[in-house]
Structure formats: structure tokens, C-alpha cells
């Protein structure tokens, strides 16, 4: 008789499994060439196409480099700070906060809206923190592009199973060049490390249940026909870079070749490019010569003696700041910002004028990422307590003002609004639209309750002196008996 024994999921992944882990592989590194070279361009690490006219086979090796597509991506990168997670109902956000807190969401945040801006998206991955105990706060993990994919539903506007590729070193002690998959399912998390023979050897299965991927996109310029998104280094971007850095080039090749001014002499005789040997001068010892003794010639005349103007680099300058302007344009900047100045400098309100598409596309992008970070904290309550939160009660994210105006214009905004009566003075939104950060307005609500304690402690103190010393009368007490002896 045999008794044929089921495989454990435990251990081996599914036919279906499979086939989702090799669709999700091709998938992430379809588009880790296009994400890669973006990050080159980021970093100032791109090759740049010589046309092979101008640049001699000597110095073809010479790297130029210019920062703009960073300077611009970060600039943008600046405006968004998420400072704080709050219920919208205005109730008690201490379990948002210890969440936030516990994953150092504030400062990973920075590092996820960069990437995001980078590669036109990144990845929140939320799961368990505690190996399976309930003594940790749930994981949210910000996940580049170039190791995690997500299938998207379009229809349904959700993911239906995410796959991220790390380095194992964690669960293994071959070192980090072992490999390991993360699959992210609807109803589970499984992990999987390489297997001996060749497949992959399932090592842990999270049984969540939770009927949604715990995976949110937070993408980067995103159209109906495109949800994945498009980063902010686009192909105008790529293209005027390489055309700065051939110039930059252009104008070190100059200066290699037409820096020092070329002299001529007309007239000489040889005698004038030979030392008192009568060995020839090199060209060098020729041109750095000081004094240029020449005697005579057969007629009585002496040579003639010029020079050829030097190389002038104000032309590629020039040229250089153009593509300063249209980069300035295409990354929503101010010329200044790139390195471009005029001879007039620009006033104050013309810089925050220049500044207003870039604060317009940050006030964009805070709504975009704002939900996807809404709904990764949603995740993580649902991890947490095992049940969704209640949908009535809607979860804020709290940013700065991505506009960056001066303290005395918020101030003084915000006291026309208490004056005026459209706010109370001893509001939160007062204090938040008055330029302070979370942590600054919880303080300053301790130090009004502190405040308000001790004014009522030190009117109730004035009270019972003013009584003791009789300057008041004793207010009228009715003694009523209920019958109750207990004191």
C-alpha cells in the first residue's frame, strides 16, 4: 500500500508561487537598466558620449561631471518633511506616534521620498516586528525599486502580490552575496532562501491574512496609463547634462591646448633656439624664456616679435549658462540654484516667484506620498491588533510648509486670523500655521496646562488668606442631612 505524503508549505513553494516569483524577477530586472542610470545621473557617475571630434584620443579618459540633476531632485527632496501621524478626529495619537517612533519613519521618510523622486517610486513594506510576539511595534520598511516590484491591479487600484530580492546575511552565515526572496501574498509573507538544488527552499510563512498585499507604492508622477510612475531625472534632464559636461570638457581640452598664448618670432635666426653649446632649446625652454635676446640680421634689423591671443572661455560660458536656464525650467528652480548669475541680481520676490511651480509640484507630491504613507500606518494597525481600524476614523499626515515663507510672514498671518476671529488663540491649528513642529506645540500644550494649574492654584491660595484675614465674608453654607454618616 502507498501512502503518498502532501509536501508541507512550510518547506516548498506552490506551482503557482513559483510561476508568481519568476513573473515579478523579470519584471524588476526589466527595469533595473532604466533605474540604474538614473541613479548614475543622480550620483554624477554617468559616462558621457564623446562625438569624437573635439576630444583628442589622449584625453579621452578626462570625466566631467555636474551636479544638476542632483541639485534639482534634492531641491525638491527638501520641501518634504513628514513630521507627525494624527487621527483626523482629533483624538489621542500617541499609538501612531509610538509606531512612527519605532521605525523612524521621520528620518526614513526623507530617504523614501528621494528615492521615490529618483526612480519614479519606492516601496513601504509593512509585517510583524517581533518574530510572531506581540511585545514589538509592527515593521514598516522603506524598500528601493531596484530590489522590489509590485503587481498592480489598475482596476482596483491595489497590489496583488510584491516580491523584494536582499542580500540573506541575516539568515544565513554564507555572507551577504547569498541572495533571498521575499514574497508578499494577500494572505501571507513567505521568505525563501536558495536551495541546494537550484529552486528555492521556503524558510518562513507569515500567516497574516490580512486579504491585502502589505505592500504600498509611493510613485513619483504618476498618469491614468502609468501608475508605476516617472522620475524626475527625464530624458530632457539626461540630455542637457551630457551636453554641460561636453562643454565642460570642451572648454579643459582648450585649456590644454590654447591656455598659454602662442608667440611668434619673425626674422630670427637659428642661433636664437640653441643654448651656448649650440644644442637646440626645446619648446618649452623657448616659450618660458623671459628674455628673448635676438641679435641682428645681415640688413641691421631686428625680429619681429608677437604674440596670438589666448584661448577666451567667456563663449562656452555663456553657452553654459543657457543650459543652466533650461535646466533651471525643465527642474522647476531658480537659475541661481544651478550656479547661473546675472550681473543684476535677482530681488527677493522674484526669487520666491521662481520658486512657486517648485513649491506647487512639493504641495503635489505631499498629497501623493501623504496617502501612501496613511495607508502604510493603516497596515501596520492592522498588523498590530489583528482586525482593520475603523474606517470612520481617518489617519493625517503632518508635513511643513513645503513654501518655506519666514517667521515674521507666519506670525504675522496667523495674528490677523486670532484678531479677526476666524481662529482661537489657544488652538493647535494656531500654533501650526504659526510655523511650529509637532514636538514644539505638544510642549507648549503642556506649558498652557502647567500655566492654567498654577493661575488656579494661586487664585484658590488668594481666596483662603483673603478669608483668613476676614477682609471677606464667609460665604452662606446650607447643611443638608441625607442621612448618609459615611464622611
Known amino acids: 500500500m502507498t501512502v503518498s505524503i502532501p509536501d508541507l508549505p512550510l518547506v516548498y513553494l506552490s506551482d503557482e508561487e513559483l510561476a508568481l516569483i519568476n513573473v515579478l524577477r523579470a519584471d524588476m530586472m526589466r527595469d533595473r537598466w532604466a533605474l540604474q542610470l538614473r541613479d548614475a545621473y543622480f550620483n554624477g557617475e554617468q559616462l558621457v558620449r564623446d562625438l569624437g571630434i573635439s576630444i583628442p584620443p589622449q584625453l579621452r579618459s578626462l570625466h566631467t561631471v555636474i551636479g544638476w540633476p542632483r541639485v534639482g531632485v534634492e531641491s525638491l527632496e527638501e520641501r518634504l518633511d513628514l513630521e507627525a501621524f494624527r487621527w483626523a478626529d482629533g483624538g489621542d495619537s500617541s499609538e501612531l506616534s509610538e509606531i512612527a517612533e519605532a521605525n523612524d519613519l521621520f528620518d526614513e521618510s526623507s530617504l523614501a521620498h528621494l528615492d521615490a523622486l529618483v526612480y519614479g517610486r519606492e516601496y513601504?513594506?509593512?509585517?510583524?516586528?517581533?518574530?510572531?510576539?506581540?511585545?514589538y511595534p509592527p515593521l514598516i520598511t522603506a524598500e528601493s525599486p531596484l530590489d522590489m516590484t509590485l503587481m498592480w491591479d489598475a482596476r482596483l487600484r491595489m497590489g496583488t502580490a510584491a516580491l523584494r530580492e536582499c542580500a540573506a546575511d541575516s539568515f544565513t552565515e554564507s555572507g551577504p552575496e547569498e541572495r533571498m526572496l521575499v514574497l508578499y501574498l494577500p494572505d501571507?509573507?513567505?521568505?525563501?532562501?536558495?536551495?541546494?538544488?537550484?529552486?528555492?527552499?521556503?524558510?518562513?510563512?507569515?500567516?497574516?491574512?490580512?486579504?491585502?498585499?502589505?505592500?504600498?507604492?509611493?510613485?513619483?508622477?504618476?498618469?491614468?496609463?502609468?501608475?508605476?510612475?516617472?522620475?524626475?531625472?527625464?530624458?530632457?534632464?539626461?540630455?542637457?547634462?551630457?551636453?554641460a559636461c561636453r562643454r565642460l570638457m570642451g572648454m579643459e581640452v582648450a585649456s590644454e591646448f590654447f591656455g598659454a598664448p602662442a608667440r611668434y618670432i619673425l626674422g630670427a635666426s637659428e642661433s636664437a633656439f640653441q643654448d651656448a653649446e649650440g644644442n637646440a632649446k626645446?619648446?618649452?625652454?623657448?616659450?618660458?624664456?623671459?628674455?628673448?635676446?635676438?641679435?641682428?640680421?645681415?640688413?641691421?634689423?631686428?625680429?619681429?616679435?608677437?604674440?596670438?591671443?589666448?584661448?577666451?572661455?567667456?563663449?562656452?560660458?555663456?553657452?553654459?549658462?543657457?543650459?543652466?536656464?533650461?535646466?533651471?525650467?525643465?527642474?522647476?528652480?531658480a537659475p541661481h540654484v544651478l550656479g547661473y548669475s546675472s550681473d543684476n541680481p535677482a530681488s527677493a520676490d522674484a526669487i520666491r516667484f521662481a520658486d512657486n511651480r517648485q513649491v506647487k509640484k512639493a504641495e503635489r507630491r505631499i498629497r501623493r506620498f501623504g496617502a501612501g504613507w496613511q495607508q502604510a500606518m493603516r497596515l501596520a494597525l492592522w498588523v498590530r491588533d489583528g482586525e482593520p481600524p475603523d474606517s470612520a476614523r481617518r489617519i493625517e499626515t503632518v508635513w511643513r510648509n513645503p513654501a518655506t515663507p519666514t517667521v515674521a510672514a507666519q506670525v504675522d498671518a496667523t495674528v490677523k486670523l486670532v484678531q479677526a476671529g476666524v481662529l482661537p488663540a489657544d488652538s493647535d491649528v494656531t500654533l501650526e500655521m504659526a510655523g511650529f513642529t509637532e514636538a514644539q506645540r505638544q510642549r507648549i500644550a503642556v506649558d498652557r496646562r502647567r500655566s492654567a494649574a498654577a493661575a488656579s492654584g494661586g487664585k484658590l491660595m488668594d481666596r483662603l488668606a483673603a478669608l483668613n484675614a476676614g477682609s471677606e465674608p464667609m460665604p452662606d453654607v446650607t447643611v443638608v442631612d441625607d442621612g448618609d454618616d459615611s464622611l
Open 124 to 135: 513601504l513594506a509593512v509585517g510583524s516586528g517581533g518574530c510572531g510576539t506581540d511585545d
Open 188 to 243: 501571507q509573507t513567505v521568505m525563501c532562501l536558495p536551495s541546494k538544488s537550484g529552486g528555492w527552499e521556503v524558510v518562513d510563512r507569515d500567516i497574516h491574512n490580512l486579504g491585502v498585499v502589505p505592500v504600498v507604492r509611493l510613485a513619483n508622477r504618476q498618469r491614468t496609463a502609468d501608475r508605476v510612475g516617472k522620475s524626475e531625472i527625464t530624458p530632457e534632464v539626461m540630455s542637457i547634462t551630457d551636453a
Open 282 to 333: 626645446s619648446a618649452w625652454e623657448t616659450y618660458i624664456g623671459r628674455v628673448l635676446a635676438l641679435e641682428r640680421d645681415e640688413d641691421g634689423n631686428v625680429p619681429e616679435v608677437g604674440t596670438f591671443p589666448a584661448h577666451d572661455p567667456s563663449g562656452q560660458t555663456k553657452i553654459i549658462d543657457l543650459y543652466a536656464r533650461i535646466m533651471a525650467s525643465q527642474m522647476s528652480v
